[in-house]
């Protein structure tokens, strides 16, 4: 299919959200055809705005006020963004029909359709999925996948991807990147990546651009950028995990310490299936007091269905899993059973997507609210919700809708309501996703935290730099027919 050349260009963009300061400054930019760049910066310092913008729909997803010029080239070509948060992306009822999407609506029908359809799909790694399965019945990761398939699937000139690559494990991520390097090779298309994870764009991009503050503060060659660059919050190419500990100064309530140490919960051969398949084939897990379990598996697997199970939201299909005494008081033994109050004063849980999860009106409040729905609320709790929030890096934003942070600052700010609700089993699915060297700091000390305290913690993950910081590894083998090939 013949394209015309895309470029991207952005002159003097600045963005200003309606009463907020600017988050996009005096943005000077251009991507040539074909050219691979590579954006990064500290956790809200505009990566998401400046894709959105450069893909033409910022003043569509938020009120605000454009200055300056954006312009993607010639007018032919297509356009993609891939969102930070891919499941706002899906757009049908089933996997395939979610991938034809984007081809039927450029006119591609009958046989070709097909067959792009099962390439795009195959080239992420999601082969073994029935076309017919449900999209929104899949994993993080797999969700992650289907999205770019679905850009892939549209061939375009320039493709946007924001963090394409957070939800996947290592194996998935690779696949996943290589067929991005590879459509962008053979379609010739400009290909622009918002990312933390600088490593393994490296061998594979042109340029790097770096945002502080809304502002470009580096632009140039990976060479230039591992010779030059220096900030201790970006993850460049052998960054290690930062050395120094942050104290955290907020105390957990001594009521919800640890009377001893038996398992608070303990899953033995936990499985769960729907009418529309298995998504957690066996598992067995136990909580003690001071625990941090790490949760692996490869993507698909049943992590989260997994801490979904601890977290009560289901019965299990297979298995028993058993609240302690001292947890579950009066209840009864299955978590699945209880209110959902006495579930919230009890476990709390971090969802991988945790803007679903948002409910109040500011910052302050999110982090507020599981204390005053469970009753327990006192006027302590807000200076200590402030303290946490500074080690998460949001007291900035105490009085902010919490719709309009960035993804890694939703992810933060969901992570403080959970260690805020006192609760004494915390779950954590893919806390660290998304995180700036810096930030990631502040979660890894929410954890350490946690444990210090006898919290008992399960942490679903792919990041093996918090491997040192869980002294559990619990790793879920995948649902048969569900691993990629
Ligand atoms: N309506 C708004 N009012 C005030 N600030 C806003 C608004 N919308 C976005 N912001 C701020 O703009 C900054 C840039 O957000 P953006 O999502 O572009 O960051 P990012 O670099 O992609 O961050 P992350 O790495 O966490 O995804 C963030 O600090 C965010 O909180
Ligand atoms: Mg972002």
Redesign the pocket.
Known sequence: MHRASTHLRARGLTWT?????P??VGIDLEVGVGERVLIT????????????ALAGVLVDY???DLTGEVSSGAGEGVVCLLL?NPTDQVVAGTVGRDVAFGPENLGITGDSLHAIVRRSLGSVGLRHLAPDRRSTHLSGGQGQRLALAGLLAMQPSALLL??PLAMLDHESAAEARTAIVRVAEHSGSALVI?D?DLAGWWPHIDRVIV?EH?RIVFDGSPEDASAHLHSPELWLPGASPPAEPIEIAWQPDPAAEAPDAEPRLSGYGLGYSTSSGTRLASADIELKPGDGVAVTGPSGAGKTTLLRLLAGWYRPSRGVLMASTSLRGAHPQEPYRWASKDLAARIAFMGQNPDRGIVAKTVLEEVLLTRRLTGRFTRKDIPRAGRLLECLALDH?EA??PH????????RLAIAAAVASDAPVVLLDEPTV???RS?WRGIRAAIELLRQHGRSLAVSTHDARLSPFLNIHAEIRPVSGEHRS
């Open positions: 959200p309606w009463g907020a300061e988050t996009l910066g500290a956790s809200g310092s505009g990566k998401s705005t400046l894709l959105r938020a009120p605000g930070q924001d963090e918002a933390h945002l809304g934003a902010r809708n309009t942070l960035s993804g890694g600052e939703q992810r998304g995180q700036d930030t």
